[in-house]
């Protein structure tokens, strides 16, 4: 029973952070992101810093996640790895585009606290 109530807290941890990411909301966010977490999009790598960064300027903008499906897995009980399969709505500099994702976000829980330590975007082929 306690292995379904952590994934469901931290699917539900998953969905506030992209209403946070969606929203703009970088003091969430900051406190949600791991001080070491790498972000993997399609044109490269980000530190949590450059990632917060571009919320922040609006040089990514979330503008609408639809999430398809969502599972968890636990290594250990400090390590969850969430994967979302998506269709993305961002703003990226200028141009709205919408892309199919399977995102791979890896949790780690220290004293009680799940944060963020990698979220990365693999785009799907099909549309």
């Given amino acids: 029973m306690q292995n379904v109530n952590l994934e469901q807290e931290v699917i539900n941890l ?9 929203e703009r909301k970088v003091d969430s966010l900051d406190a949600l992101f791991h001080e070491k977490a790498v972000f993997v999009h399609m044109g490269g790598t980000m530190s949590k810093d450059q990632e917060l ?23 250990g009980t400090t ?9 993305l709505v961002a703003v990226v500099g200028s141009d709205e585009v919408t892309n199919p994702f399977v995102v791979t976000e890896v949790y780690v829980q220290q004293s009680d606290i799940w944060t963020l330590a990698s979220l990365s975007f693999t785009r799907l082929l099909t549309p």
């Fill in 14 to 22: 998953s969905k506030e952070k992209w209403r946070w990411m969606s």
């Fill in 79 to 87: 390590t969850a790895i969430l994967l979302n399969k998506i269709r």
């Fill in 53 to 75: 960064d571009a919320i922040r300027s609006g040089a990514i903008h979330y503008k609408d996640v639809d999430i398809q499906e969502v599972s968890v897995r636990f290594i």
